[in-house]
C-alpha cells in the first residue's frame, strides 16, 4: 500500500498540545504541507474478490452530480469539487452581501491490469462512492508452487 508522505503530519495531530497554536493561520502551513494547497483526498477502501474488485471511497458533502471517475493509463482518478455563492441584500437599508465557498480533493489509484474498464460500474449515495471494477477471468495470473531446493 502506498501512502502519501506528509511533512509534519505527526504535528498536526498532537491537539492536545498547544490546540490554539496549530488552529491558527500562522501554523497553517503545516496542515498544507509546502505545496501551498491544502491536502484533501476521499478515504478509500479498496477489496479484492474472486471476480471482481470492489472499491468504496467517502465523499462527505459532495452530490452525485459533483463527483466524476475516470479510467486514463491505467490509473483511476476520483474527483470532487464544489462551488457556492449565496447573495443578499436590503435595497432599504443600502447593504449587498455575497458568500462564496468552494472546495475540491481528488484521489489517484492505479488498478491492476485484470480490471475490465468498460464494465466498471458506479453508484453514489449519502456522500459514499461504490465502484465494481470486473476482472478479466482470462487474465488473471496463474498460481504455480516453485520448490525451493
Known amino acids: 500500500m502506498l501512502v502519501r508522505y506528509i511533512p509534519f503530519r505527526s504535528l498536526v495531530h498532537r491537539s492536545s498540545f498547544l490546540p490554539g497554536l496549530w488552529d491558527d493561520d500562522l501554523f497553517d502551513f503545516f496542515r498544507r504541507g509546502f505545496g501551498g494547497e491544502k491536502v484533501e483526498e476521499p478515504k478509500v477502501e479498496w477489496v479484492e474478490k474472486d471476480k471482481n474488485y470492489l472499491l468504496r471511497a467517502e465523499f462527505p458533502g459532495y452530490e452525485k452530480e459533483e463527483v466524476k471517475a475516470e479510467v486514463l493509463d491505467g490509473v483511476l482518478r476520483l474527483r470532487a469539487e464544489h462551488k457556492d455563492e449565496k447573495w443578499d441584500q436590503n ?23 485484470d480490471v475490465v474498464v468498460d464494465k466498471i460500474k458506479a453508484e453514489m449515495k449519502n456522500g459514499v462512492l461504490r465502484m465494481t471494477l470486473p476482472k478479466d477471468q482470462k487474465k488473471l495470473p496463474s498460481t504455480r508452487e516453485i520448490t525451493v531446493h
Do not use: L
Open 91 to 113: 435595497e432599504e437599508e443600502g447593504w449587498r452581501s455575497i458568500e462564496t465557498s468552494s472546495g475540491s480533493c481528488s484521489r489517484s489509484i492505479p488498478i491492476p491490469e
